[in-house]
């Protein structure tokens, strides 16, 4: 008889773990498409079965088993960081690229294709006012095209500082939702599978921000390191960082802009440390990208390099001519002027001296011999000469320029191949994440059927058992 | 997370994304007709298009240039042609001049034939082309010479004469493309001369320092291209100096002085000093140095000469003065002096032959520099547009081909079985 009791008891129980099983595929099934969802599934065990020393066996319910897998977790973070800066960088450079005119007809290239053919027909007619006065509204129109080129660079610089702050604010904001959900794990919410859910999605979108590395502590809470060095969050104590932009006292380019560095809280420089990832991709650009272009404290970038040293050769050109023979002769006068004390922005100053007119274009070419039209013929001949003088770095203005464009293309190019491979190389590792810990329906489903099965059988045995109960107790009234 | 087949939506829309972007960049470049219009287009053309397009740029306003040039040439080849007949006229008229039946009234009447003739070859050196004197050399805005009977040469030079503007070709290659009128009608002696325009001294044949005696006497002038006046101090002689010889002497031992304090310092003989049949005051340089002296029209003595010193001794084919001497000699009934002046224009006549040849050389030079500028600019543009211009039936193709590929992709990821294990489930 007590074997009877002991079979109802058995299979009693049995119904409520097959209850408990069909709850965790429920809760699959309801949070398949929930980001950072792991499917659980219900551990079963079976209890002893001993019938000499009473015991019953059944089944009891375990741990609920979670399958997500750190390896994929981190190869996914991987990918996301490069992503990010990848995504980062090929959209910064697709504004810079733009600044840059491919066609000589526009822009910077085709300015100084003008001033060129300006600098030619002056010198069929050397004392011709409108032939001058062509030339110095050419002149003027480079400096623009200078200027222009400097403002749009600086603007994608101050866009990119605002990107970077939004970006570490964006890492803080993140961190410290993440530092809510330790909270709650460190109150005994270790094993939710929703707050792990929660809490895996925030840290695949910081893995995007910058690269990261989680320590699981023995409470289930973690902590969050930025490239395996930073310390960001540990447990629920949250270290938040910002942005500076330190003034050297003693910069080799006055005026130039500062660099960004990234500070913890306690003002700690992490920049050197925060690479990869959208913030690693924002540094890169504003740090290095642009001040190669148009400088910083400790250098002049390309771009000043090419104004001034084409505003300083035209000038000794003309200022090595004369204006009138005389006597006594008239020195040539400069036709370009720029801030000598800011070194990182000719280009943004250079410009045509006010109340310069076509009367003071130096035509004569004094040396070595007098030639009427010698200063607007070698003017012209700038772009074909192969005078050191004439150069930058052993080319031609143009072709520096060129240089300087076709640079920033690679670069662009290099990085919107990146961006593409890196997407496939993120879903390849979103995918293989997904077949190792996502909920397969057709899984689930074939579990429901069995834990249905199970419990339908379990019900049987209970109904069989309860009629033989009934038989007994009938056999003894 | 879903796994499965319904797990790869990120890479479908990936894969989306990319046929779009294939579309995106093959309707841009058939709209533009461009293949790179940004840099990363094709990084490796950038340098290429640019220097291709600065070169077609520079090669057009060469060819303007050249066009401007040669219009000038051509003029300036027709003037010279003119110029030439007209001498054929003086000469001519000289030759009646010499004639048995000619008398002294008919030599006067071909004196003014002459002098009307000499009057036309000084409209020809004041050709003009676009408001531009083209025989002005380096000044252009001047005529360069006009008439005056009181020259000894018949003219009066308004410019300095010197033709240093040059033209260039495609290759930046220059070369001179004009000569100067004095260049062509009044050329100097074998020494270059200086000039001083506004004779301020008269040494006829003392100085003249009756009103100051023995006190120096001075005159300044400019050498071209110093930035000192030059002033030569004569010292002065109680009743004036004996000989022409002894003033020279101290005008030269001033002038050497002077010369050896300016700025730069130059030689001893330098620039001489004579006087001529007139009694002016005449300087010439010593042919190491071509300079030309002007006066800087200060008074700087009691006695003004009158005006129009001309420059040093003119060449024996000078033009000018060969005219000028036969209607000098016409006029005076001179027949020795009509002889002179017929060889003179003979010579005249072969150094504008020379002038003439000169210009026909240029307008070859120019018709050459444009055909190489016209190749060089045809070749450009050609490798220009195979570089930079879309190909056409490529880009279409490839539009097309994307359009399938996106339409299939989004078909075949629709036709994605929709059913699991829970549809079948009772």
Do not use: C
């Not at chain 1, 930025?226 to 003693?250: D, K, R």
């Not at chain 2, 894969?15 to 094709?42: C, W």
């Not at chain 2, 020809?124 to 531009?132: E, F, S």
């Not at chain 2, 030079?365 to 444009?370: G, L, P």
Request: avoid cysteine; charged fraction near 10%; charge should be negative.
């Amino acid at each position: 008889m007590s074997s009877l009791f002991a079979a109802l008891q058995t299979s009693a129980n049995a119904l409520g773990v097959f209850e408990k099983a069909m709850g965790t595929v429920q809760n699959n099934v309801t949070n398949a498409s929930t980001p950072g969802y792991a499917a659980q599934s219900l551990e079963l065990t079976a209890r002893p079965f001993q019938p000499g020393n009473n015991l019953w066996g059944g089944v009891a319910a375990g741990n609920t088993l979670d399958s997500r897998n750190q390896f994929a977790e981190q190869a996914v973070w991987t990918q996301s960081q490069l992503l990010g800066s990848a995504k980062q960088k090929s959209a910064a450079l697709a504004s810079i690229e733009s600044q840059f005119d491919v066609t000589g007809t526009s822009g910077l290239p085709g300015m100084m294709n003008k001033l060129s053919s300006a600098f030619s027909a002056w010198g069929t007619s050397p004392d011709d006012v409108t032939a001058r006065t062509q030339v110095v509204s050419a002149a003027k129109d480079v400096a623009q095209a200078f200027n222009t080129a400097f403002a749009n660079l600086q603007s994608v610089q101050s866009q990119s500082e605002t990107q970077l702050a939004g970006t570490v604010g964006q890492i803080n904001q993140v961190v410290s939702e993440i530092k809510t959900i330790n909270e709650q794990i460190g109150q005994g919410g270790g094993k939710d599978a929703g707050l792990q859910a929660q809490i895996y999605t925030k840290l695949q979108t910081l893995s995007g921000l910058t690269p990261i590395t989680v320590q699981t502590a023995p409470n289930g809470t973690l902590s969050v390191l930025m490239n395996g060095q930073v310390q960001l969050l540990t447990g629920t104590e949250q270290t938040t960082l910002h942005i500076a932009y330190p003034t050297s006292a003693n910069p080799a380019i006055p005026g130039g802009s500062a660099s960004a560095a990234i500070l913890t809280d306690n003002n700690q420089d992490v920049t050197v440390k925060a690479t990869g990832g959208q913030l690693g991709g924002l540094l890169e650009v504003r740090n290095s990208t642009i001040p190669a272009l148009i400088g910083d404290q400790s250098q002049s970038g390309s771009l000043n390099q090419l104004a001034k040293s084409f505003a300083d050769r035209v000038n000794n050109i003309l200022k090595a001519g004369v204006i009138a023979a005389g006597p006594p002769p008239v020195p040539g006068k400069a036709v370009f002027t720029y801030d000598t004390s800011l070194l990182g922005a000719v280009a943004g100053t250079l410009t045509i001296p006010p109340g310069f007119g076509a009367g003071d274009l130096a035509a004569i070419q004094t040396t070595p011999t007098t030639v009427n039209n010698g200063i607007p013929n070698q003017l012209a001949n700038l772009q074909n000469s192969s005078d050191p003088a004439d150069q930058i770095a052993g080319s031609t203005f143009s072709g520096f320029y060129a240089k300087i464009a076709t640079n920033v293309g690679n670069q662009a190019s290099a990085a919107n191949d990146l961006q593409s491979s890196q997407t496939d190389l993120l879903n390849q590792a979103e995918n293989l994440r997904s077949e190792v810990s996502g909920v397969d329906l057709n899984e689930q489903a074939a579990k429901l059927l069995e834990y249905q099965k199970a419990y339908e059988a379990s019900s049987k045995i209970i109904s069989v058992v309860n009629q033989m109960t009934s038989e007994l107790m009938d056999l003894i009234h | 997370m879903l796994s499965g087949i319904h797990g790869q939506d990120g890479t479908f829309l990936t894969g989306l994304d990319r046929i779009e972007s294939r579309i995106s960049k093959a309707s841009q470049s058939i709209t533009s007709g461009m293949r790179v219009n940004v840099a990363s287009d094709d990084p490796s053309a950038v340098a290429p298009i640019l220097r291709y397009q600065e070169q077609i740029n520079h090669l057009t306003q060469v060819q303007s240039n050249l066009v401007v040039a040669q219009s000038d040439g051509t003029s300036a080849d027709n003037a010279l042609q003119s110029a030439t007949s007209i001498l054929d006229n003086i000469s001519s008229l000289a030759s009646q001049g010499l004639t048995l039946s000619a008398d002294s009234n008919s030599r006067k009447i071909l004196s003014d034939q002459v002098q009307a003739l000499q009057s036309q070859l000084v409209s020809i050196a004041n050709t003009q082309v676009r408001g531009n004197y083209i025989f002005g050399g380096d000044n252009r805005n001047t005529p360069p010479y006009t008439l005056d009977p009181t020259s000894p040469n018949g003219v009066a030079q308004n410019t300095p004469g010197i033709a240093t503007l040059t033209v260039m070709d495609a290759n930046g290659f220059t070369r001179n493309a004009s000569l100067s009128a004095r260049e062509i009608f009044d050329t100097p002696g074998s020494t270059p001369g200086v000039v001083l325009t506004d004779a301020t001294l008269v040494a006829a044949p003392a100085l003249d320092d009756t009103a100051n005696p023995g006190i120096a006497q001075s005159f300044t002038f400019r050498i071209q291209g110093q930035e000192t006046p030059l002033t030569v101090s004569v010292p002065g002689v109680a009743g004036g100096y004996a000989t022409q010889a002894s003033l020279l002497t101290a005008v030269q031992g001033a002038l050497d002085m002077a010369l050896a304090a300016g700025t730069p310092p130059l030689a001893a003989g330098t620039i001489t000093a004579r006087t001529d049949a007139n009694g002016y005051l005449r300087f010439k340089g010593n042919g190491t140095q071509a300079f030309t002296v002007t006066d800087d029209g200060a008074d700087d003595t009691a006695k003004d000469s009158p005006a129009g010193i001309g420059a040093g001794n003119p060449g024996a084919d000078n033009i000018f003065a060969a005219v000028s001497s036969l209607s000098v000699a016409l006029l005076s009934d001179d027949t020795d002096g009509i002889k002179t002046a017929i060889a003179s224009l003979k010579l005249g006549n072969a150094h504008l032959q020379t002038s003439n040849a000169f210009y026909g050389n240029v307008l070859n030079w120019i018709n050459n520099a444009q055909s190489t500028a016209a190749e060089q600019s045809a070749n450009l543009t050609n490798a220009m547009h195979v570089l930079q211009d879309t190909d056409m039936p490529a880009a279409i193709t490839t539009l097309t081909t994307s359009n399938t590929a996106l339409e299939a992709a989004i078909s075949a990821h629709a036709s994605l079985p929709t059913k699991t294990l829970f549809d079948y489930l009772g």
